[in-house]
């Protein structure tokens, strides 16, 4: 286990349940858990393929219990897996926290999902928080439109004094928003990176500025890059080396790792190919030259 970083921000490579271990308990104010969901990804060369769903189900109820731990008794925890497995993750943490809110994430695809069944185009969270009555959650931070009152200018006649609909309203538990893809801004090569967007409304919602965030799985460090943009402190867990490298960039922690520029993968449609006497010149749309 190796950690880089500074005060307000660290990047740890290993192990989730060794990281975890090392934290101390009731230390942290938000945990977003993304972990890797058994269905067969490729992460990097590596297959997440548990040999059995029991062996998948109990090393999940290792770091989900070593996250209970972590969490201050004011702290949050929102985690995603794969529909199979959410509600083993529901039932084993209902004697531990309070689950709040069963969310869905919900997205488009252009692609065929399904063709003999009804494909799946969404992916559950759990919100879940140590004490009901003691906790985080910044609904004025999050508020998004209410059609009745924003378009339509429906007045509510149940009243005392009839009034205009609301034109803003805390989200309900269904929310879309776009997968990354390959030509979005954002996009980093991972096969789930989740979508800032995403990151942006449970930070803002379960936590303040100066508040530590968790991310055990951290992939393309996401939630420690919108935990940086608003101003919170975070701590970003993985156990891939190629993705830790991406992490320290996002977070500016490094220009350099063992001797490599820390710099953006560039995408295909982000260089041009020009070949003169047989041999190959690339440049990058802007025409700055990157190598032949």
């Given at each position: 286990m190796h950690i880089t970083g500074t005060d307000k921000h660290k990047v740890i490579h290993g192990d989730?349940?060794?990281?975890?271990?090392?934290?101390?308990?009731?230390?942290?104010?938000?945990?977003?858990?993304?972990?890797?969901?058994?269905?067969?990804?490729?992460?990097?060369?590596?297959?997440?393929?548990?040999?059995s769903d029991e062996a998948y189900?109990?090393?999940?109820?290792?770091?989900?219990?070593?996250?209970?731990?972590?969490?201050?008794?004011?702290?949050?925890?929102?985690?995603?897996?794969a529909t199979q497995f959410m509600p083993y993750f529901d039932i084993f943490l209902r004697g531990k926290l309070e689950i709040l809110s069963r969310l869905v994430w919900s997205y488009d695809s252009s692609g065929v999902q399904a063709k003999n069944y009804f494909g799946s185009m969404y992916e559950p969270i759990l919100f879940c928080v140590k004490d009901k009555?003691?906790?985080?959650?910044?609904?004025?931070?999050?508020?998004?439109?209410?059609?009745?009152?924003?378009?339509?200018?429906?007045?509510?006649y149940?009243?005392?004094?009839?009034?205009?609909?609301?034109?803003?309203?805390?989200?309900?538990?269904?929310w879309d928003?776009?997968?990354?893809?390959?030509?979005?801004?954002?996009?980093?090569?991972?096969?789930?990176?989740?979508?800032?967007?995403?990151l942006e409304r449970i930070i803002k919602a379960s936590s303040n500025q100066g508040d530590l965030i968790l991310d055990p799985f951290s992939g393309t460090f996401t939630t420690s890059f919108v935990a940086k943009e608003l101003n919170r402190s975070s701590i970003?867990?993985?156990l891939q080396e190629d993705y830790v490298k991406i992490g320290l960039r996002r977070l500016q922690l490094a220009k350099e790792y063992k001797g490599?520029?820390?710099?953006?993968e560039l995408r295909s449609f982000e260089v041009k190919n020009t070949i003169s006497n047989g041999q190959q010149t690339l440049f990058t749309l802007d025409g700055t030259y990157i190598h032949k």
């Amino acid at each position: 286990m190796h950690i880089t970083g500074t005060d307000k921000h660290k990047v740890i490579h290993g192990d989730a349940l060794e990281a975890l271990r090392s934290l101390p308990d009731n230390s942290v104010e938000l945990i977003f858990a993304d972990p890797p969901y058994n269905i067969g990804k490729n992460f990097n060369g590596h297959v997440e393929r548990w040999e059995s769903d029991e062996a998948y189900l109990n090393w999940c109820y290792e770091w989900l219990l070593l996250c209970v731990n972590k969490l201050k008794t004011n702290g949050s925890f929102y985690v995603m897996t794969a529909t199979q497995f959410m509600p083993y993750f529901d039932i084993f943490l209902r004697g531990k926290l309070e689950i709040l809110s069963r969310l869905v994430w919900s997205y488009d695809s252009s692609g065929v999902q399904a063709k003999n069944y009804f494909g799946s185009m969404y992916e559950p969270i759990l919100f879940c928080v140590k004490d009901k009555k003691n906790y985080t959650f910044n609904s004025s931070d999050i508020l998004v439109e209410a059609k009745t009152g924003a378009k339509r200018k429906l007045i509510d006649y149940r009243k005392a004094t009839p009034t205009v609909y609301n034109s803003e309203k805390v989200p309900g538990n269904v929310w879309d928003f776009p997968r990354v893809r390959y030509r979005m801004s954002e996009y980093e090569n991972h096969p789930t990176q989740k979508p800032v967007a995403l990151l942006e409304r449970i930070i803002k919602a379960s936590s303040n500025q100066g508040d530590l965030i968790l991310d055990p799985f951290s992939g393309t460090f996401t939630t420690s890059f919108v935990a940086k943009e608003l101003n919170r402190s975070s701590i970003g867990v993985e156990l891939q080396e190629d993705y830790v490298k991406i992490g320290l960039r996002r977070l500016q922690l490094a220009k350099e790792y063992k001797g490599e520029k820390l710099e953006k993968e560039l995408r295909s449609f982000e260089v041009k190919n020009t070949i003169s006497n047989g041999q190959q010149t690339l440049f990058t749309l802007d025409g700055t030259y990157i190598h032949k």
